[in-house]
């Protein structure tokens, strides 16, 4: 960039890995929309060891382009290729979108106006109030909430969708969190937010329509359980520590409202949001239904397979990784069924994973920021009727 240059004010990056068939249409898209604003861009495509013409596309596309940049790296893997994009960006806001746009290229200019109101990371959610899912599978919107309520239990509580490829940043938050990013495949997400959150950054939530498109190359079941090791190994290696130093103080995890066109109230900052406490307190209630006779001990379970009931969380977790690799087994003979015993283990992993903190004697232990919380259940009833009804005692 000579001196002459104007500065950058938004880059946006866009990973790709064998995406000859709609990169030019992407690309296309997103430079029209562009050109028509005030402030200076540059796109970025960051070619992660694409085996197609992936990178002569982005190549002969920037040559009638200027503000096109092409950055080839050996295929590490989308995390590596964004965290690749965010550190050689010039621009004073840096976003992140997807190869495939499967949120409109409109969305850009609420998430430029947040950055400049000095909201330093922004982004988008397919969850909060105002979101809209098109096209998109049940069964991977099912493999996406059973996945978030592990990551909100795990490491970042509030934050409904950690996933939605469509993030934005400062350039000096940017540079902060990714610099430290450590995960190169599709669970990246996860470890940029909860470096945001452990460094004290205000996230906001942008509500957004959501276009799934089939050609994805997520794969749900084996990219899923990838992920999930990956969440599970970055809880391992931060639960007893601050990823710097500082008051162990909670960032805020804030909400976009629609109608009003503000960002609203602080969620809460650990632990379930009210809504999923709600369900499941519901769900208990109908569990616990009046034809049981009055005063006979609540157990959800029929008689005859009170023998199959685990006795503990940890046979429970046992339980529900020999129920995934059964559903790994039937996958060949029966896909469909595959898929929703994979959600079933899923679930009954979270319920292992909540209820192991529960300690008899009426309390349970979490841990934040490094910190052990114990909590009183006496006035939780709904946490005793989980647990007994789950193990059969309390």
Not at 114 to 141: D, T
Not at 186 to 205: C, I, K, P, S, W
Request: net charge positive; aromatic share 10%; with cysteine.
């Amino acid at each position: 960039m000579t001196m002459s240059s104007p500065p950058i004010q938004v880059s946006v990056v866009i990973p790709a890995y064998n995406e000859e068939k709609r990169i030019q249409t992407t690309l296309e898209a997103i430079t029209s929309y562009l050109e028509k604003k005030a402030y200076s861009t540059e796109v970025m495509v960051v070619d992660d060891g694409s085996r197609d013409d992936t990178a002569g596309l982005v190549a002969r596309f920037a040559q009638q382009h200027p503000n096109i940049r092409l950055l080839s790296n050996p295929h590490r893997g989308k995390g590596y290729a964004v965290k690749t994009g965010m550190l050689a960006a010039r621009g004073e806001f840096v976003l992140q979108c997807d190869a495939d746009l499967p949120v409109p290229v409109e969305e850009i200019d609420r998430f430029v106006a947040l950055l400049k109101e000095g909201y330093p990371v922004v982004i988008a959610s397919r969850e909060v109030a105002g979101a809209r899912r098109i096209h998109e599978p049940f069964y991977r919107h099912i493999l996406g909430r059973a996945f978030n309520l592990l990551v909100q239990l795990l490491v970042i509580p509030g934050v409904q969708d950690t996933q939605s490829g469509f993030k934005a940043f400062s350039r000096e938050v940017a540079y902060s969190i990714f610099s430290q990013v450590t995960i190169n495949g599709f669970a990246y997400d996860v470890e940029v937010l909860f470096l945001a959150r452990n460094r004290g950054f205000t996230v906001v939530q942008i509500p957004v329509p959501y276009w799934h498109h089939a050609e994805s190359k997520v794969n749900p079941i084996r990219d899923s359980l990838s992920m999930l090791a990956r969440v599970v190994g970055l809880w391992w290696r931060y639960r007893g520590q601050r990823t710097e130093p500082g008051s162990g103080a909670p960032s805020q995890v804030l909400k976009y409202n629609v109608s009003s066109r503000q960002v609203t109230e602080q969620e809460a900052a650990m632990g379930m949001s009210p809504k999923f406490r709600q369900q499941l307190e519901d769900l208990l209630q109908k569990m616990d239904s009046p034809r049981r006779r009055k005063g006979a001990p609540f157990t959800g379970i029929p008689w005859g397979l009170q023998r199959l009931r685990p006795s503990s969380p940890g046979q429970l977790m046992l339980a529900s990784f020999a129920l995934a690799v059964v559903s790994l087994l039937v996958k060949v003979l029966l896909p469909t069924l595959f898929q929703w015993v994979l959600v079933l283990a899923a679930l009954l992993f979270a319920l292992a994973y909540i209820t192991s903190f529960m300690k008899p004697g009426g309390s349970y232990t979490t841990r934040w920021r490094g910190r052990i919380i114990q909590m009183p259940i006496s006035g939780e009833a709904w946490w005793h009727r989980l647990y007994f009804w789950l193990y059969g005692r309390e």
